[in-house]
């Protein structure tokens, strides 16, 4: 899982500086978390994440933001609570989920709003 700065995001995700309109990058659907070290949830979800990012194979992109270093990435996207996520499909708007997820209702996140399918 990638750690994303303001220059990192700019370049793989989205360049808010050369465009207002919502653009994404990538060249396959990608997972955003939000973090901090000191959040407890944020901890306990990690690990459901990395086996999640294991599980899709490469399908989708993961990366992560630490809230208390990257705070203008994390009020671009009106992070509030964490942990967060933001699903990025590669067509139509980002979708969020705030709050730590099970595994399977993350899955079901990737399935519905990125299109993706796990290997089974």
């Given at each position: 899982m990638e750690h994303l700065g303001i220059d990192s995001f700019k370049a793989e995700i989205f360049d808010f500086e050369a465009s207002k309109e919502w653009n994404y990058k990538g060249d396959k659907p990608a997972i955003i978390k939000f973090y901090a070290d000191w959040c407890s949830p944020c901890r306990a979800f990690a690990p459901i994440v990395e086996e999640v990012e294991q599980e899709m194979n490469g399908k989708v992109k993961f990366y992560q933001v630490n809230t208390e270093e990257?705070?203008?990435?994390?009020?671009m996207f009106g992070i509030s609570s964490i942990p967060a996520i933001v699903l990025i499909p590669m067509e139509g708007q980002p979708a969020m989920s705030v709050g730590m997820l099970p595994k399977e209702t993350l899955h079901q996140a990737i399935s519905e709003v990125l299109k993706v399918q796990k290997d089974d």
């Amino acid at each position: 899982m990638e750690h994303l700065g303001i220059d990192s995001f700019k370049a793989e995700i989205f360049d808010f500086e050369a465009s207002k309109e919502w653009n994404y990058k990538g060249d396959k659907p990608a997972i955003i978390k939000f973090y901090a070290d000191w959040c407890s949830p944020c901890r306990a979800f990690a690990p459901i994440v990395e086996e999640v990012e294991q599980e899709m194979n490469g399908k989708v992109k993961f990366y992560q933001v630490n809230t208390e270093e990257q705070q203008e990435l994390a009020g671009m996207f009106g992070i509030s609570s964490i942990p967060a996520i933001v699903l990025i499909p590669m067509e139509g708007q980002p979708a969020m989920s705030v709050g730590m997820l099970p595994k399977e209702t993350l899955h079901q996140a990737i399935s519905e709003v990125l299109k993706v399918q796990k290997d089974d």
